[in-house]
C-alpha cells in the first residue's frame, strides 16, 4: 500500500499561526520535505520544527538557482522543470515504499507555492490533499494593521517582477494591492508605486509575523536591504470617510468662494484621442504629447489600459457599450477645472468616442465645455496598408453592428454602396451575440457583384496573431469572421497583383 501525500502550509513565519491540522499531519508524517535555497536553509523547517515527530526523515529539496541565471539549453524554467521532476521522483519513493509524507509550504501551498508543481506531477497517482495555511498578504496585511479592503475594494496580488508601467498601470487600477517578490526588483516597484501615485499610502513588511518584523514606509526603505521574502501593502482607502471628508471639504470652500462665479469657470477641457489600432508606433506624436499632459484618462477598458501610467494621471476605466455615460463622465471633470484624455481604438471620430461626446454635451448641458478631437490610425487604413492599397478610389465605411440602428438601415446603405460600385469597409462584422450581419452583408453584393470580386479579410492587424487574407466574395467564409475581423470589399476595378498584393485604380475604365 503506498503511503498518503499532503501538502501543508505553515503560514509567514510565526509557528503559532500553523493551524491545528497541520501541526497533527507534520507530526503524523513518516517524510517531511520542504524548499531552500542554495545555501540549504529551509524557512519553512524553521517555522515548523518544533512540530517534528522523534526519528522523521527530513527530505531538503535545493533550489539549483534563485536568480534565474543559468546555462540550461531550456533556460531558467527548464532547469527547474527538471528539478520539479527530480523532487517527484524522491517523493514518489517514499510514497511507493508506503511511508506519509507532508511537503511544508510557507503561507498557503497553492499561493505562489512551490508545492503547486510537486503536486502537479504526483496527486495522480497518489492520496493527495491540501491544508491551507496563513498567506503572507494576512500576515503583512496584520502587520501593517490597516484595514487592507473595505466595502466593495478590488484588492490585486500582483509580482515585482512586472515591468514598471505594467505594475504602475495595475497599481493605479486598484483599490488595495500587495505586491510580492521583492528583493532586487524594489526599486522597480518604488518607481511603479510613484507614477501611480501610491507611494506616499505603500508600506513595506519584512519577514511579518516573526520577531524580526518591520514595517515601514516604502519611500524610506534602502533598496539594498530588502529580502526576496518581504512585500509592499497598499491598503485600500476608506471610501465612506473619504466621502465624507470631501463633502465637509465642499461645504467649507462654498462658504469662502466668492459669490457669483459661474459653474464651468474653470480652464477645463476634453480631448478626444484616438490610438490606433493596436501596436504603440501606430500611436501618433501629438496624440503620446497630450496623453503626458492630461490629468484623467476616460475610456473602455482595454484602451485605457493601452495609456502608460504615471505620477499624477487617474484612470477612469468603464465596460462596453455605456459610451454616452463616460462622455459625460469626462465632460463634468472638465467643467470642474479638468484636462480630459477620452480615448478610443483606431480613430476616435470613426465609429468611436468622439460622436459620442458631442452627443452627451448636446444631450446633457455641456456644450460650454472645450471639446478637440486628435486623429489616429484607423482600422481600414491599418488593414489597407498591409494588403496594398484597396482604399485607392472611392471608397465607403460602414458598421454592421445594429446596436445603434436598425438592419433595415444597414442592408439599404449596402445595397446602395454595392450598386454605386464603392469599395466598402465593414467594421464590427461579427461579434458573440451577432453573426447572421455578415452572411447577410456577402448576399447583399452578390445581388449586385461580380462573385469574383475580391474581398480581404484582416484580423488582429498590428497585433502578434495579425493575419490578412485575401479571397472573393463566392469563397468569403463568414463562419471565419469574428470581432477581431475587418472586412474590405472590393469593387470591381480593383486588382491583385502576382505577389498577392491588392490595389484599386485611381481611374474608373
Same mark, same amino acid.
Request: glycine share 10%; net charge negative; proline share 6%.
Given at each position: 500500500?503506498?503511503?498518503?501525500l499532503?501538502?501543508?502550509?505553515?503560514?509567514?513565519?510565526?509557528?503559532?499561526?500553523v493551524t491545528?491540522?497541520a501541526?497533527?499531519?507534520i507530526?503524523?508524517?513518516d517524510?517531511?520535505?520542504?524548499h531552500?535555497?542554495?545555501?540549504g536553509?529551509s524557512i519553512?523547517?524553521?517555522i515548523?520544527a518544533?512540530?517534528?515527530r522523534?526519528?522523521?526523515?527530513?527530505?531538503?529539496l535545493?533550489?539549483p538557482?534563485?536568480?534565474g541565471?543559468?546555462?540550461?539549453?531550456l533556460?531558467y524554467?527548464?532547469?527547474?522543470?527538471d528539478?520539479?521532476?527530480?523532487?517527484?521522483?524522491?517523493?514518489?519513493?517514499?510514497?511507493?515504499?508506503g511511508?506519509?509524507?507532508v511537503?511544508?509550504?510557507?503561507?498557503?501551498p497553492?499561493?505562489?507555492?512551490?508545492?503547486?508543481?510537486?503536486h502537479?506531477?504526483l496527486a495522480?497517482?497518489?492520496?493527495?490533499?491540501?491544508v491551507?495555511?496563513?498567506?503572507s498578504v494576512?500576515?503583512?496585511?496584520?502587520?501593517?494593521?490597516?484595514?487592507?479592503?473595505?466595502h466593495?475594494?478590488?484588492?490585486?496580488?500582483?509580482?515585482?517582477?512586472?515591468?514598471v508601467?505594467?505594475?504602475?498601470r495595475?497599481?493605479a487600477?486598484t483599490e488595495a494591492?500587495v505586491?510580492m517578490?521583492?528583493?532586487r526588483?524594489?526599486?522597480?516597484?518604488?518607481e511603479?508605486?510613484?507614477q501611480?501615485?501610491?507611494?506616499?499610502e505603500?508600506?513595506y513588511?519584512?519577514?511579518a509575523?516573526?520577531?524580526?518584523?518591520r514595517?515601514v514606509?516604502?519611500a524610506e526603505?534602502?533598496?539594498?536591504?530588502v529580502?526576496?521574502?518581504?512585500?509592499v501593502?497598499v491598503?485600500?482607502r476608506?471610501?465612506? $470617510?473619504?466621502?465624507? !471628508?470631501r463633502?465637509?471639504?465642499s461645504r467649507?470652500? *462654498?462658504?469662502?468662494? /466668492?459669490?457669483? @462665479?459661474p %459653474?464651468g469657470?474653470?480652464q477645463g477641457?476634453?480631448v478626444v484621442?484616438?490610438?490606433g489600432?493596436?501596436p504603440?508606433?501606430?500611436i501618433?506624436?501629438?496624440?503620446s504629447?497630450e496623453?503626458?499632459?492630461v490629468?484623467h484618462?476616460v475610456?473602455?477598458?482595454?484602451?485605457?489600459n493601452r495609456?502608460?501610467?504615471?505620477?499624477g494621471?487617474?484612470?477612469?476605466?468603464?465596460?462596453?457599450t455605456?459610451?454616452v455615460?463616460?462622455?459625460r463622465?469626462?465632460?463634468?471633470?472638465a467643467?470642474?477645472?479638468?484636462?480630459v484624455?477620452?480615448v478610443?481604438?483606431g480613430?476616435?471620430?470613426?465609429?468611436g468616442?468622439?460622436s459620442?461626446?458631442f452627443?452627451a454635451?448636446?444631450?446633457?448641458?455641456y456644450t460650454?465645455?472645450?471639446?478637440?478631437?486628435?486623429?489616429?490610425v484607423?482600422?481600414a487604413q491599418?488593414v489597407?496598408?498591409?494588403?496594398? $492599397?484597396?482604399?485607392? !478610389?472611392?471608397?465607403?465605411i460602414?458598421s454592421l453592428? *445594429?446596436?445603434?440602428? /436598425?438592419?433595415t @438601415?444597414? %442592408?439599404?446603405r449596402?445595397?446602395?454602396?454595392?450598386?454605386?460600385d464603392l469599395?466598402?469597409?465593414l467594421?464590427n462584422?461579427?461579434?458573440?451575440?451577432?453573426?447572421?450581419q455578415?452572411?447577410?452583408?456577402?448576399e447583399?453584393f452578390?445581388?449586385?457583384?461580380?462573385p469574383?470580386t475580391?474581398?480581404?479579410?484582416?484580423r488582429?492587424?498590428?497585433?502578434?496573431?495579425?493575419?490578412?487574407?485575401?479571397?472573393?466574395?463566392?469563397?468569403l467564409?463568414?463562419a471565419?469572421i469574428d470581432?477581431?475581423?475587418?472586412v474590405?470589399?472590393?469593387?470591381?476595378g480593383?486588382r491583385?497583383?502576382?505577389?498577392?498584393?491588392?490595389?484599386?485604380?485611381r481611374?474608373?475604365?
Amino acid at each position: 500500500m503506498t503511503g498518503w501525500l499532503r501538502g501543508v502550509g505553515v503560514g509567514p513565519g510565526d509557528p503559532e499561526l500553523v493551524t491545528v491540522k497541520a501541526t497533527r499531519l507534520i507530526g503524523e508524517a513518516d517524510v517531511v520535505a520542504f524548499h531552500s535555497g542554495p545555501r540549504g536553509d529551509s524557512i519553512a523547517r524553521r517555522i515548523a520544527a518544533s512540530y517534528f515527530r522523534e526519528g522523521v526523515v527530513e527530505e531538503l529539496l535545493v533550489y539549483p538557482v534563485t536568480t534565474g541565471a543559468t546555462d540550461h539549453p531550456l533556460g531558467y524554467h527548464g532547469l527547474m522543470a527538471d528539478f520539479y521532476d527530480e523532487s517527484a521522483d524522491r517523493l514518489a519513493a517514499h510514497l511507493d515504499s508506503g511511508r506519509n509524507v507532508v511537503v511544508l509550504a510557507e503561507g498557503d501551498p497553492l499561493f505562489y507555492g512551490t508545492y503547486m508543481y510537486l503536486h502537479d506531477r504526483l496527486a495522480d497517482r497518489y492520496d493527495t490533499a491540501v491544508v491551507p495555511g496563513v498567506t503572507s498578504v494576512s500576515g503583512s496585511a496584520a502587520a501593517v494593521a490597516t484595514g487592507l479592503c473595505r466595502h466593495e475594494d478590488v484588492l490585486t496580488i500582483l509580482p515585482g517582477t512586472l515591468p514598471v508601467p505594467e505594475l504602475a498601470r495595475r497599481l493605479a487600477d486598484t483599490e488595495a494591492a500587495v505586491v510580492m517578490k521583492l528583493g532586487r526588483t524594489f526599486e522597480n516597484v518604488r518607481e511603479a508605486l510613484r507614477q501611480a501615485g501610491r507611494l506616499d499610502e505603500a508600506r513595506y513588511v519584512e519577514r511579518a509575523s516573526t520577531e524580526a518584523e518591520r514595517v515601514v514606509p516604502v519611500a524610506e526603505v534602502d533598496a539594498s536591504t530588502v529580502p526576496y521574502m518581504s512585500m509592499v501593502v497598499v491598503p485600500g482607502r476608506d471610501l465612506r $470617510a473619504d466621502a465624507a !471628508g470631501r463633502a465637509e471639504s465642499s461645504r467649507t470652500a *462654498d462658504a469662502h468662494a /466668492p459669490q457669483g @462665479v459661474p %459653474e464651468g469657470s474653470g480652464q477645463g477641457e476634453v480631448v478626444v484621442i484616438g490610438l490606433g489600432p493596436g501596436p504603440d508606433r501606430w500611436i501618433t506624436p501629438e496624440v503620446s504629447a497630450e496623453l503626458a499632459q492630461v490629468g484623467h484618462v476616460v475610456g473602455y477598458a482595454p484602451y485605457v489600459n493601452r495609456v502608460p501610467q504615471r505620477e499624477g494621471l487617474t484612470r477612469h476605466a468603464s465596460g462596453n457599450t455605456v459610451e454616452v455615460d463616460r462622455a459625460r463622465d469626462a465632460l463634468e471633470l472638465a467643467r470642474k477645472g479638468e484636462r480630459v484624455a477620452v480615448v478610443s481604438g483606431g480613430d476616435a471620430g470613426v465609429f468611436g468616442m468622439a460622436s459620442a461626446v458631442f452627443e452627451a454635451a448636446d444631450a446633457h448641458g455641456y456644450t460650454d465645455v472645450p471639446v478637440r478631437v486628435l486623429p489616429g490610425v484607423t482600422a481600414a487604413q491599418a488593414v489597407a496598408a498591409r494588403a496594398g $492599397a484597396p482604399l485607392g !478610389g472611392d471608397f465607403a465605411i460602414m458598421s454592421l453592428s *445594429d446596436r445603434l440602428k /436598425p438592419w433595415t @438601415v444597414i %442592408e439599404k446603405r449596402l445595397r446602395a454602396a454595392a450598386a454605386a460600385d464603392l469599395v466598402v469597409a465593414l467594421y464590427n462584422p461579427a461579434s458573440r451575440s451577432r453573426t447572421e450581419q455578415i452572411a447577410r452583408a456577402r448576399e447583399v453584393f452578390l445581388e449586385k457583384r461580380d462573385p469574383a470580386t475580391v474581398v480581404v479579410v484582416g484580423r488582429d492587424v498590428g497585433r502578434a496573431e495579425e493575419s490578412l487574407t485575401v479571397t472573393t466574395l463566392t469563397d468569403l467564409d463568414p463562419a471565419a469572421i469574428d470581432m477581431k475581423c475587418l472586412v474590405i470589399v472590393c469593387a470591381s476595378g480593383t486588382r491583385v497583383t502576382g505577389a498577392g498584393q491588392v490595389w484599386t485604380p485611381r481611374f474608373v475604365r
